[in-house]
């Protein structure tokens, strides 16, 4: 389980310059109050327009930013307090740039999984099954120098859910794939969150109202660095007194800032 609780998060950028003419510092508030509570066996779905706050909350999840206030608990660990074992708990997908080129996709799995611990036969096993699950057996002893964009985030994927963590996930991950790779991402992670694939609460950021419809059990809809609105599809309809899920969308995420306050 993810839970984040009233997230907050500001930058402060400019303030350079020479001592007689410095540019203005400017405050940018990337997240401003969003909770959200994502469940095992469920896939949660991060809605939101660009520049929204969604990547800016997902990077404060995985420790890379630290919030100015609020919570974030993985399976009840304090993400701040104990980052180590938040993060052993977690598969993070933020895109699919970080392989190392010269490796297989067998050896970048392998590789993070003994990051994580994992013995090199264990390591190796799980890259055995992964690869059958994501459908890339074909490309498991080539290396990643050269792959597609659908190549490359089956290999990120698999390295990120090497050590079958508990909880994943993902930041925008059908970006710049093709029909055949969303398709094939979809039934994974449909597969991940079944009871056969081990109930793994997933969080799914994206912006893409069909990939929501199709997969997720829960949804909270970000705007303007706040959590607007949560529920399921349908329950977002109602809610909204709409019959398209996009309208829904629109009407909630598109509100002006000070009627979302």
């Given amino acids: 389980m993810i839970r984040f ?8 950028s400019g303030g350079g310059g020479s001592l007689l003419k410095r540019s203005p510092k400017k405050v940018v508030q990337a997240v401003a109050d969003v909770s959200v509570n994502a469940e095992n066996g469920r896939i949660t779905g991060l809605l939101g327009p660009n520049g929204a706050g969604k990547t800016t909350s997902l990077r404060m999840l995985a420790g890379l930013i630290v919030p100015d206030a609020g919570t974030i608990s993985v399976d009840g660990i304090d993400v701040r307090q104990q980052p180590r074992q938040a993060l052993a708990r977690m598969g993070i997908l933020g895109d699919a740039h970080g392989l190392y080129p010269r490796l297989s996709a067998r050896e970048n799995v392998v590789y993070y999984g003994r990051l994580q611990g994992m013995e090199e036969d264990a390591a190796n096993a799980r890259a055995e099954k992964l690869a059958e699950l994501l459908d890339m057996k074909s490309i498991l002893e080539r290396r ?27 930041d925008e991950p059908t970006n710049g794939l093709d029909v055949l790779a969303t398709r094939s991402l979809r039934e994974a992670l ?25 997969l997720c059990d829960s949804v ?27 309208d829904a969308f629109v009407k909630l995420a598109f509100k002006p800032q000070e009627e979302q306050a």
């Fill in 190 to 214: 449909r597969f991940l969150c079944s009871p056969a694939g081990g109930a793994k609460c997933i969080v799914f950021s994206t912006h893409i109202m069909q990939e929501v419809e199709q």
């Fill in 5 to 12: 609780e009233h997230l907050s998060k500001r930058f402060v």
């Fill in 144 to 170: 990643a120098d050269g792959f597609s964009q659908g190549e490359r985030m089956k290999t990120a994927l698999a390295r990120a859910l090497v050590h079958d963590p508990a909880n994943i996930v993902l």
């Fill in 220 to 246: 909270t809809v970000v705007s303007h660095g706040r959590s607007v609105a949560t529920g399921s599809v349908r329950e977002l309809l109602t809610m909204t007194g709409e019959t398209r899920f996009e």
